[in-house]
């Protein structure tokens, strides 16, 4: 049976290796600033099934109206069809706008600084981090341990 291998600045492969000179910290800051990275990517996902719903919402509506006006409900089937349908969910914007200006503001500036932190600290690698965490965890020799594919 195989061993925890503990050896600090060690990857499973060169693709991930620490380039040198590089020190503990900026590899653990660069750790967190991807994971930071990866919550706003589901962030990211959130947003578009917002959208999606809200717009799925939307077009229900238009049964809803039908609904209520055949019910004999002509009021209400006014005021879900002019109040409700079709109405902004935040100031001026539909959902398609809120996830298109998500996307060109934060989403692309925390994409851009990421990789600018990779780039300057780190010569671009990424998931240095967790490449030295798979290398200290896995159980050399042992089955479905392996460092690469």
């Not at 020799?141 to 341990?145: D, K, Q, S």
């Given at each position: 049976m195989g061993h925890k291998h503990k050896q600090d600045n060690r990857s499973a492969d060169q693709r991930h290796a620490r380039p040198a000179g590089v020190d503990d910290k900026t590899i653990e800051a660069l750790g967190e600033l991807s994971k930071a990275l990866e919550t706003i990517h589901r962030v990211r996902g959130h947003l578009y099934s917002a959208h999606q719903l809200v717009g799925g919402a939307d077009l229900t509506l238009d049964r809803v109206v039908k609904l209520l006006r055949e019910a004999g409900h002509d009021e209400m089937a006014d005021r879900v069809e002019q109040e409700l349908l079709g109405r902004?969910?935040?100031p001026g914007r539909w959902t398609f706008q809120i996830v298109e200006e998500f996307d060109d503001g934060y989403y692309a500036a925390f994409q851009e600084i990421e990789r600018d932190a990779r780039e300057k600290l780190a010569g671009g690698r990424r998931h240095i981090f967790e490449a030295e965490m798979k290398e200290r965890r896995r159980t050399h020799?042992?089955?479905?341990?392996e460092a690469t594919p």
């Open positions: 902004n969910v935040l020799g042992m089955p479905g341990h």
